[in-house]
């Protein structure tokens, strides 16, 4: 626990401000407080949000006291980061409904025993008028509007709500409440972390170290990994539909991927060899990202259950058979009307898809079959006892057998 871990901790990080004192913090002789905060908006973890965890692993594996911070009342008000309009508000039952299937997600990574859960509604309910005013004052429009994204949509003409003016004011005084040495956050949040060394000077206390990591993105080659766009790798999914994720990912992002997901808390001289082997041609791609799959699925699944996906995987896609396991599911007796089921809200329900819209886009793309053969795009409202029996399958990788 000393200056000794600094080249351990910073390594796949994106930016510490300010960098020389995370050095002077580590030569303290205690133990320092290092804050997460991760807002209950969806009720996965994905590998994403696991590159910023792992980096908080460790942190405490060196010997420092880990603050995990469940936004269980900045999940209402909605971190704007990134986004380029309002987001909806999550209410206060969805939010504690994401919480719970979170915790258990966040203990395949961190130490529980060695982890300080808050919940931020304790000291950001009891607010009164005077404290925001005091809140409010501590920064100024101008400072607000140096914000990327606020920026941009002022600039477009877009609004932006007074609300959203206060998520990095809220998201500063965790770091307040918990007196917090470092946050560690994921680059698009540089501005929050930024926003609570300004209210710890305000509050009297000494400023934390920033650390931010790299933003994974997601299996589109695109965008950041999101839930809400569907390009995400849970690290609770399935194995073979974790491995089926994972071997879409385009190949350049091959090195991207095996850093962020795997090597920069294990060895990062692999990903930088494996860069350098796909660039010269001495490494085949295909060969690496079967291998990453294999790798993070192992990770999150145990030992031996990326070799058995791997398995599973290729006798589904190559040759086009089922799986040995497909799980027995009860058609909910809340979706038979009149002895019918809307597939659709069906495919809902059972997790296969996220929404009804994106259910039936998928049965229009041919993407949905029933024991094999693809179902009609007007075939929505189908007999539940045709149904009964028969195995539903989603893309390549979700099946089910209904019952």
């Known amino acids: 626990m000393g200056p000794e871990d600094l080249p351990n901790l910073l390594a796949g990080s994106a930016e510490v401000v300010p960098a020389e004192e995370l050095e002077r913090k580590l030569s303290l002789g205690r133990p320092l407080r290092v804050k997460l905060g991760l807002d209950p908006t969806a009720p996965v973890v994905t590998l994403g949000w696991a590159v910023v965890l792992h980096k908080l692993r460790q942190f405490q594996e060196a010997g420092h006291t880990a603050v995990l911070i469940v936004g269980d009342f900045t999940a209402q008000v909605g971190d704007p980061s990134g986004k380029t309009e309002t987001r909806p508000r999550l209410s206060e039952e969805e939010v504690r409904g994401y919480a719970?299937?979170?915790?258990?997600?966040?203990?395949?990574?961190?130490d529980p025993a060695r982890t300080e859960v808050r919940y931020n509604a304790e000291w950001l309910e009891p607010m009164g008028m005077e404290a925001i005013l005091r809140l409010t004052a501590s920064t100024t429009v101008a400072r607000m509007?140096?914000?990327?994204?606020f920026a941009k949509r002022y600039a477009e003409g877009k609004p932006i709500s007074i609300m959203e003016f206060l998520y990095p004011l809220l998201q500063g005084m965790d770091s307040v409440a918990v007196e917090a040495d470092v946050e560690l956050g994921?680059?698009?949040?540089?501005?929050?972390?930024?926003?609570?060394r300004d209210l710890q000077r305000a509050y009297g206390q000494e400023p934390q170290v920033a650390l931010t990591t790299p933003l994974l993105v997601g299996t589109d080659g695109v965008q950041k990994m999101s839930q809400s766009l569907g390009n995400y790798v849970g690290i609770t999914d399935p194995p073979e539909e974790m491995y089926g994720k994972?071997?879409?990912v385009p190949d350049e992002l091959i090195p991207t991927y095996r850093l962020l997901a795997l090597d920069f808390f294990r060895d990062p001289t692999e990903a930088e060899r494996v860069d350098k082997g796909l660039a010269d041609g001495s490494l085949d791609a295909w060969s690496e990202k079967r291998r990453l799959a294999r790798e993070v699925v192992d990770l999150y699944q145990g030992d031996g259950a990326g070799a058995a996906a791997e398995e599973g995987f290729d006798r589904v896609h190559r040759e086009r058979e089922l799986p040995d396991q497909i799980p027995d599911v009860e058609i909910p007796h809340g979706l038979i009307a009149e002895g019918s089921v809307y597939l659709p809200r069906l495919m809902k329900e059972l997790g296969m898809a996220d929404s009804n819209s994106q259910a039936r886009s998928l049965i229009e793309q041919g993407g949905v079959r029933l024991d094999g053969k693809p179902v009609a795009g007007d075939a929505l409202e189908l007999p539940v006892a045709e149904l009964r029996g028969r195995v539903l399958q989603v893309g390549r990788r979700q099946f089910v057998k209904l019952r």
């Open 246 to 248: 994972l071997a879409r």
């Open 100 to 110: 719970e299937r979170l915790l258990d997600q966040f203990w395949k990574i961190l």
């Open 145 to 149: 509007l140096e914000r990327d994204d």
């Open 186 to 196: 994921g680059r698009d949040q540089t501005f929050n972390l930024l926003v609570g």
